[in-house]
């Protein structure tokens, strides 16, 4: 299982949000690559970087830091956040990302993003999926639809998705363990997903349980900013 720890951006800092609530933020560094080197130093590979600045402007905001850390690690780097037509994936990648993160996007303009996954492949593709109550929530989680997460995902998988992280919104930042039941679902029914698990890790046994269950890679953020799991616990989890 991949470990995926994941920097949310402000105004270019390092912040988190509680169930992505802007009123509940945190800043925890105000230099991200300071944060992405430790990372790094720590033998991890991967980044999670979110622009909560981007989501909540629709349109990306910031790219320079996703440029920054490209140029000055050699992290793997997903990134998303306001990622809503052609010029902001273009811009992404353009910037140093290896994989875009669109969620809203498959809900509400689905020609647009399956336009996206046949021009740049599943590989660079990676779909949210943020979760209530087993139904997809979009727009931040400021929208809650009737579509069942099953339904999603069979729908995405059948479009050409092949990698898809999922979020319980009701778990995010605060620290209370994952959703085992419904990944352990996700999983279940779906074995040849590439899937991710994402929220309430706050320990590295909920990072072993995530692996037993058969979860392709886990997102940590809060976590590690709060020091309940140490940077230098995360690699022997991988």
Known sequence: MKIIPAIDLIDGKCVRLTQGDYARQKTYNEDPLEVAQQFEDAGLDRLHLVDLDGARAGKVVNWKVLEKLAVKTQLTIDFGGGIKQDDDIRAVFESGAAMATVGSMAVKQPAVFHGWLGRYGSERLLLGAD???????????????????????????????????????????????????????????????????????????????????GCRGAIVGKAIYEGKIKISDLRSIC
């Open 131 to 213: 979760v209530k109550e087993e139904k997809i929530a979009v727009s931040g989680w400021t929208e809650d639809t009737d579509i069942l997460v099953y339904d999603f995902i069979r729908d995405q998988m059948a479009a050409g998705v092949t990698r898809l992280f999922c979020t319980d919104i009701s778990r995010d930042g605060l620290l209370e363990g994952p959703a085992l039941e419904l990944y352990r679902q996700i999983i279940g029914q779906f074995p040849g997903l590439h899937f991710i698990a994402s929220g309430g890790v706050s320990t590295v046994d909920d990072l072993v349980q995530l692996k037993e269950i």
